[in-house]
C-alpha cells in the first residue's frame, strides 16, 4: 500500500512538473509567432499561431491531463498579448478578451481531439504507441493517425476546421470590445483561423510523430539527405531573398523527401519552409511581396499550408503502400510456410504410408511361423522367372521337400515343438540358397519349395543333397520316426527350360511327382524327375 501511494505521489508531481512546462512552452509559442506581425502593425495579428499547435499535440498525447497547463499559459500569453494592445484596452474588456482568448484556446484542441481519437477509434488501427512518460500520462490506445489516408484526412479537417472555434469567439470578442473596426471582423477571423489551421497542419505532425518512433530514414541514404537539404536551400534563398517566382519546386522537394526520408522528415522540410516564408515575408521579402501586393501573408499562409497537407497526403499513401505489401509479404511467407508444412507432412505421410505398404507386402508375402516366403510369393516368383528365362532361354530348378514323419513328430513331441522344429528347417534352407533369385518358400504344412533360377539339373541335384545332409546335422531329435532317431527330409528334383509348350505348373508337378517318388521309396532320399515316371 505504501509503494503504491508513493507511485501516486511521484505520479502527481510529474504531472504538476509537465502541467508547468506546457505553460512555459506556451507562452515560448507566442513569442516565437509574436515575431511573425502582419504586415500592417495596426492590424497586429500574427500569422502563424505556433501555441495552436502545441496545444493540439499536448492534448492529443495527454487529453485532460495537460488542461491546466495550457490554460494557464494561454491565460498568461493573452494578458501579455493585450497588455501590448495601443491604446490599451481598460479593465473590463481587458478581462473579457483574456478569458474568451483562454477558452477558445482550449475549445479548440478540445474539438480538435475528439475528431481525431474518433477515426483512430473507427479505424482500429493496429499500430503499438510508445511512450517513455508511461501509461499514465500516454494511454497505449492511442495509435498513429499519419498512417492511413482516412485518419490523415480525418486529423486535416480538425486542424482545419477546429481553429474556426477559436477565431470566431476571438474575431468576436475584438469586435465586441471595440480592439477591431467592424469592417476588420472578417479579415481578423480569416487571418485568425489561418494562422491556428496553418500552424496545425505544419507543427502539429513534427510533434505528434516521434512518439510513434517515425525517425528519419537516412541511415544509407546520406548523400540523398545532403542533396535536398541542399536544394531546400537554394530554393528558399532563390524563392525568398532573390524574389524568383520559383516556389513551386517545394511541392518535388516534400514528395521526394516523403518518398525517401518518410513523414516526418517531409513535415520538417514544410516547417522550414513554413518558417523562412512568414519571417522572409514578413520583413518585405519574398516573392509572395511582389506578386500579391495585398496581403501577402494570406496567399503564403494558404501557400505553406498546401504544402503541408500535399506532405500529410502523401506520408499517408506511402505507409498504406508499406502496410499493404508488408502484409502481403507476411501473407506469403505464411502461405509459404504453410505449404513447407503441408509438404513435410506429405512427405513424411508419404514414407509412413511407404512402410506401411512394404510390411503390409511383407506380411503377405511371408509365412509368419518360419518366416520364409509363402505359397503367394512362391507362385509371383516362379511365374516371373520363368517369364525371364524364358525369353533367355535358361534352365529353371524347382526342389520340392518335405518333413518326414511329421505328423508322428507332431503326435509325439507337441505342435509347439513341431513349429518351432519346421522354423528351424525353413532357416537352414535359406542358409544354403544364398544366391540372389534363389526363392526358399513354405509350399504348405510340413512341404518346402527352393526355387533355383539359372541352374541345371546337376546343379538342383547338388542343393537337394546340401539339403539332407544340413538338415541331418542339425540333430532334430525325432523318436518318433521309424527311419532313424533324428529328423530328415525328402526332396524331389525337376529341371526345365522354359518353352512355350509348358507352363509354371509343370515344373510343380514334375517336382511334385519326384517329390512322391522319394517318399515311395521310403523317404530321407533325393529323387530327379524323369519323364518316364
Not at 263 to 279: E, I, R
Not at 470 to 480: K, S, T
Amino acid at each position: 500500500m505504501f509503494f503504491g501511494r508513493y507511485v501516486e505521489w511521484r505520479s502527481r508531481q510529474l504531472l504538476i512538473l509537465i502541467n508547468i512546462a506546457a505553460a512555459l512552452l506556451y507562452l515560448i509559442c507566442i513569442q516565437i509567432s509574436y515575431q511573425f506581425i502582419n504586415l500592417d502593425p495596426s492590424d497586429r495579428i500574427a500569422p502563424l499561431w505556433l501555441p495552436s499547435a502545441l496545444s493540439l499535440s499536448l492534448f492529443f498525447h495527454f487529453e485532460h491531463k495537460i488542461l491546466l497547463g495550457i490554460l494557464g499559459g494561454s491565460i498568461l500569453g493573452a494578458i501579455g498579448v493585450l497588455g501590448n494592445v495601443s491604446p490599451l484596452v481598460s479593465p473590463i474588456p481587458f478581462l473579457l478578451l483574456a478569458i474568451t482568448f483562454s477558452l477558445a484556446d482550449i475549445i479548440q484542441p478540445i474539438l480538435a481531439n475528439i475528431w481525431i481519437k474518433k477515426s483512430l477509434a473507427q479505424e482500429s488501427i493496429s499500430e503499438n504507441s510508445t511512450n517513455g512518460l508511461g501509461d499514465f500520462f500516454c494511454p497505449p490506445a492511442v495509435q498513429n493517425p499519419f498512417i492511413r489516408i482516412k485518419t490523415t484526412l480525418a486529423f486535416v479537417q480538425a486542424a482545419l476546421l477546429a481553429p474556426l472555434s477559436s477565431a470566431i469567439l476571438g474575431a468576436g470578442a475584438l469586435a465586441i470590445t471595440g480592439v477591431i473596426h467592424q469592417d476588420k471582423i472578417l479579415f481578423s477571423l480569416i487571418t485568425w483561423w489561418l494562422a491556428n489551421a496553418l500552424a496545425n497542419l505544419v507543427f502539429s505532425p513534427i510533434l505528434i510523430l516521434p512518439r510513434f518512433r517515425t525517425g528519419f530514414k537516412i541511415s544509407h541514404k546520406k548523400l540523398e539527405f545532403a542533396v535536398l537539404i541542399l536544394a531546400v536551400l537554394t530554393v528558399s534563398y532563390l524563392t525568398f531573398i532573390k524574389n524568383y517566382p520559383i516556389a513551386y519546386l517545394y511541392l518535388p522537394l516534400v514528395l521526394l523527401s516523403v518518398f525517401l526520408f518518410g513523414g516526418l522528415a517531409a513535415n520538417l522540410v514544410v516547417a522550414w519552409v513554413t518558417m523562412v516564408a512568414l519571417g522572409a515575408t514578413a520583413k518585405g521579402y519574398g516573392v509572395f511581396v511582389q506578386v500579391f501586393q495585398t496581403h501577402p501573408l494570406i496567399f503564403l499562409q494558404s501557400f505553406t499550408g498546401i504544402l503541408s497537407l500535399t506532405a500529410l497526403v502523401f506520408t499517408a499513401l506511402t505507409q498504406e503502400r508499406e502496410a499493404a505489401q508488408n502484409a502481403l509479404k507476411k501473407m506469403i511467407e505464411s502461405l509459404e510456410n504453410q505449404v513447407e508444412c503441408q509438404t513435410c507432412e506429405l512427405v513424411t505421410a508419404r514414407q509412413r504410408l511407404e512402410i506401411a505398404n512394404q510390411e503390409l507386402e511383407k506380411l503377405a508375402n511371408t509365412d509368419p511361423l518360419t518366416q520364409v516366403a509363402n505359397r503367394r510369393c512362391f507362385d509371383r516368383v516362379l511365374e516371373g522367372e520363368w517369364r525371364r528365362l524364358l525369353r533367355e532361354s535358361q534352365p529353371l530348378s524347382l526342389l520340392m521337400l518335405d518333413v518326414d514323419h511329421f505328423k508322428a513328430y507332431n503326435d509325439f513331441y507337441g505342435h509347439p515343438e513341431g513349429d518351432k522344429c519346421l522354423t528351424q528347417v525353413a532357416q537352414a534352407l535359406t542358409r544354403i540358397t544364398h544366391r540372389y533369385g534363389d526363392c526358399v518358400a513354405r509350399y504348405g504344412g510340413e512341404e518346402f519349395t527352393v526355387l533355383l533360377p539359372n541352374t541345371n539339373l546337376a546343379g538342383a541335384v547338388q542343393v537337394a543333397e546340401n539339403i539332407g545332409q544340413i538338415i541331418e546335422e542339425l540333430g532334430i531329435r525325432h523318436e518318433a520316426s521309424p527311419i532313424q532317431p533324428t529328423l530328415t527330409v525328402s526332396v524331389g528334383v525337376a529341371s526345365l527350360i522354359p518353352s512355350f509348350s509348358d507352363s509354371p505348373q509343370t515344373l510343380v508337378e514334375q517336382a511334385d511327382q519326384a517329390l512322391y517318388q522319394a517318399k515311395a521309396q521310403g523317404r530321407n532320399r533325393r529323387w530327379v524327375y524323369e519323364k518316364s515316371q
